[in-house]
């Protein structure tokens, strides 16, 4: 058994990415993923969920779902760097990044829902102006 349990049926598959024919380091959503796939879906998927970004979509939010999302993601990038060899410095990085991400958006759930919808609004200019102010 290699990577988390990975036996060898999954690694004579394919990445789930139809043009894509690079062999499955874990899965996601119970889709076999290559590393690059792995790495691209979490980042869409974490932009996506961030309100503090432009592509957040309250509309959509389901907090158990985004939860669900969440821990999948981190648990996975931590598998992926554990037990996948040969990982360039800038593979490491990005599962480093999905990891504090995921962190991050984690400890946002925990937060009560006003400051959560809070924190994807833009700020206001008046209060921007006042904390660039220097103080005297």
């Known amino acids: 058994m290699g990577l988390g349990g990975m036996d060898t049926k999954q690694r ?3 990445c789930f990415v139809d043009s ?3 062999a499955p380091v874990t899965s996601l959503g119970q889709q076999d993923l290559c590393l690059n796939h792995f790495l691209l879906r979490c980042y869409e998927k974490l932009e996506r969920l961030d309100p503090r970004g432009g592509r957040f979509c309250s509309e959509t939010l389901d907090a158990a779902a985004m939860r669900a999302f969440i821990e999948e993601c981190s648990r996975k990038a931590l ?3 554990l037990h996948c060899k040969d990982l360039s410095n800038l593979e490491r990085g990005r599962l480093l990044d999905i990891l504090l991400w995921a962190g991050e958006l984690f400890l946002l759930l925990r937060v009560p829902r006003f400051t959560f919808a809070a924190s994807a609004a833009p700020v206001d200019s008046s209060v921007a102006a006042l904390a660039a102010a220097p103080r005297s």
């Open 79 to 81: 598998d992926v760097s």
């Open 20 to 22: 894509c024919s690079s």
């Open 12 to 14: 004579e598959r394919n």
